[in-house]
């Protein structure tokens, strides 16, 4: 019986590992200029929001997504993709 828990455990691990947005193939598809809605449609909701407003003038944020110890960060500026990274 604890053989089957174990393995039941490693296939619950591995489904989750899967199910994971945070890929090379989706940081791909994000491209400079997409809207928030359409990166969100491709990563799902951010683990991690922030904002900064510059001078009033320009509205900066950063959102992350994570899955284990990989990182996919995306700086928007007026909620259009500035800048990305993923490592």
Known sequence: MNMVRRLLLCCVIGLA???SKVTTEN???ISPGMSREEVHAILGKPDDSRATDVGGV???SKETWTAGNQTLTVTYGNNKVALKSFN
């Open 17 to 19: 590992a899967c199910s």
């Open 58 to 60: 320009l509205s900066l």
């Open 27 to 29: 940081y791909d598809k």
